[in-house]
């Protein structure tokens, strides 16, 4: 009864939220202006982080004792830093050095005194304990990386907020499954599902308003925290539902978003340029281009996601490095495919007398008149 409390308080205060955050971008004129990389063609409000924020932070207080659970102060804290952190990138926009320089000072008030590290493998590689002096620097890698994943995938109406919920409510499931000892880590990832459920009334395509980095780095925070206390948990004695491989089925939860972060950092590396630079390589960008619309683009996403998860909970008992080498494999297999794959343009040819005409119609068709021929070439 608490967490379902905590999820309608949460989407309660984040729908209220949502319609005055997007009456103030209109007043004052706050939008992201479409260019030649993005997606959306009209001026959008993108500060619906703010309204997520809101609702998610109000019920997280409300719902959660931070006398019994004193570490939630220090989440909580850097949850407030990332969202001012991203508010202030969606308004004046920061270079990607300050925005790096402020996911490392999140990443260390949840590390250094929240006490969320990766102190052992589990078994991944046949590694189990790890010294200090890589499980530091693994944790700060992998919280800037989650961060950075749910921040570069929200390029859909509706992709990052979806994604959220399904992650966010898989976790509190979890948690709450593994008894009352973990019962603040199933409120908080149900704090951040319901303000999603909420957002996504008004993001869904077409989109009245974006998350924004305010929302999407606040979105990889949670994530983040959650994934590394799941993989510890599910793989311990403490909690009442241990689960095997867990850092293969904590990967999976987080596999569309984690999983096309670390092709597209990679493939800029190989580059030469920094992982931080815009293009349209991501996974969003590939279905576009073959056809789907962003409907589409995130219902596919969505049941990928789900349907890996799905499949790593019942490959459990094959261990973490198999199952994880298979979902890599897997997934670049299906990225290949969408490479390969290329969306055939529908071509015909027109003569001049239908050039002329269509010149002054205003349809849907372009028609496009060709060098020295008396002919043109009409794209669908």
């Known amino acids: 009864m608490n967490l379902l409390l905590t999820t309608a308080l949460s989407f309660i205060i984040t729908i209220l939220a949502v319609p005055a955050v997007i009456r103030v971008a209109d007043e004052k004129g706050l939008f992201d202006v479409p260019d030649s990389r993005k997606l959306h063609t009209k001026a959008i409000a993108s500060l619906g ?13 409300l719902k959660i004792s931070l006398h019994d659970n004193p570490e939630f102060q220090y989440f909580l804290a850097a949850a407030l830093l990332t969202f001012f952190l991203g508010i202030k990138d969606d308004i004046l926009v920061l270079s990607a050095s300050k925005k790096f320089l402020g996911q490392l000072a999140a990443a260390a008030i949840v590390i250094h005194l929240g006490g969320i590290h990766i102190d052992s493998m589990h078994g991944f590689l046949g590694i189990e304990k790890l010294d200090s002096t890589i499980s530091y620097p693994l ?19 509706g992709l990052a907020g979806s994604l959220g919920i399904l992650t966010t409510a898989v976790f509190g499931t979890y948690f709450m499954m593994a008894g009352p000892a973990f019962a603040a880590y199933a409120s908080l990832s149900f704090a951040l599902t319901g303000a ?3 957002f996504l009334v008004f993001n869904y395509h077409p989109a009245k308003i974006f998350m924004g980095d305010s929302g999407s780095l606040l979105l990889g925070l949670v994530n983040a925290i959650l994934v590394i206390k799941f993989i510890a948990v599910a793989d311990g004695t403490n909690g009442a539902f241990p689960i095997t491989s867990s850092v293969a089925i904590g990967f999976s939860i987080l596999l569309v978003p984690l999983l096309d972060t670390l092709r597209v950092f990679s493939v800029r590396i ?3 340029r920094s992982p931080f630079s815009a293009d349209r390589n991501h996974i969003h960008h590939l279905l576009l281009d073959r056809g789907l619309n962003h409907s589409q683009v995130t219902h596919v996403c969505l049941v990928m996601n789900a349907a890996f998860i799905v499949l790593a909970y019942f490959s459990r008992t094959i261990g973490s490095t198999l199952l994880l080498s298979s979902m890599f494999a897997t997934s ?15 071509l015909t040819i027109a003569s001049s007398a239908f050039q002329k005409k269509e010149d002054h119609s205003n349809g849907s068709t372009k028609v496009v008149a060709m060098k020295n021929e008396g002919v043109a070439m009409a794209e669908q």
């Open 49 to 61: 982080g703010v309204g997520i924020f809101i609702g998610f932070f109000l019920s997280a207080l």
């Open 139 to 157: 944790t700060y890698i992998t919280i800037i990386v989650i961060v950075n994943a749910f921040n570069l995938i929200d390029g859909v109406d």
């Open 196 to 198: 999603l459920c909420a």
């Open 270 to 272: 190989a580059k030469g």
């Open 332 to 346: 670049f297999v299906l990225i290949g495919f969408l490479k390969w794959w290329r969306r055939r343009p529908l």
